[in-house]
């Protein structure tokens, strides 16, 4: 005598098996699919400063629209490890500079640009086209916090426009970026 199974005894045939068995590889493929969507958003958090031969002037912003402290800081720098990132995020971003990969001619136009990032304070060099935002590294975990930081230098006429008495001015850029 042929024994039967389990599913055969319990009333369910091939064709149920292979539905439930269908069921629950698209169930687990939804939950990876999900699982690997998460993606850099920006915080609302960021400081911009430029620099030339006219003076210089910055701002900032927090996260959740909060303002800033007469320094700068934002309230909710500790807890997204603001601090550890942009100071990881320059320094990447200044070893690239340091290379001279890029150099500036007192010609116009002459530009260079230079960018880095961290991500739970781990600094990394990145390259001239770097697009803060879309080019941070995917998949991300969910609840990571990564900073961006982008150093634009161009060289620019001197203010009563002679070509012999050129300046350069600089845009430092610094934006914060939260995997959700």
Known sequence: ????????????????RLATAAALML?????A?????????ASGRYQYFSEGVLG?????????????????????????????NYNAAVAAADAVEATGV?????????????????????GVSASETFQPGADLPLPCTSGAHAVTYVIFRRVTDSPDGTPDDRGIESDY????????
């Not at 002037?57 to 601090?83: F, I, K, R």
């Not at 850029?173 to 959700?180: K, L, R, S």
């Open 102 to 122: 890029c150099r500036l001619a007192y010609q116009y136009p002459s530009s260079c640009r230079f960018a880095g990032y961290a991500i739970q304070g781990v």
């Open 56 to 84: 210089s002037n910055g701002s900032s912003g927090c996260q959740a629209n909060q303002t800033p402290t007469s320094s700068g800081d934002c309230p909710a720098d500790a807890a997204t490890g603001w601090l550890p």
């Open 1 to 16: 005598m042929k024994a039967h199974s389990p599913y055969r005894a319990a009333g369910r045939s091939k064709s149920t």
């Open 27 to 31: 169930a687990l493929a939804g939950f």
């Open 33 to 41: 699919h999900s699982a690997s969507a998460a993606q850099w958003v």
């Open 173 to 180: 850029m610094a934006d914060e970026f939260t995997c959700q």
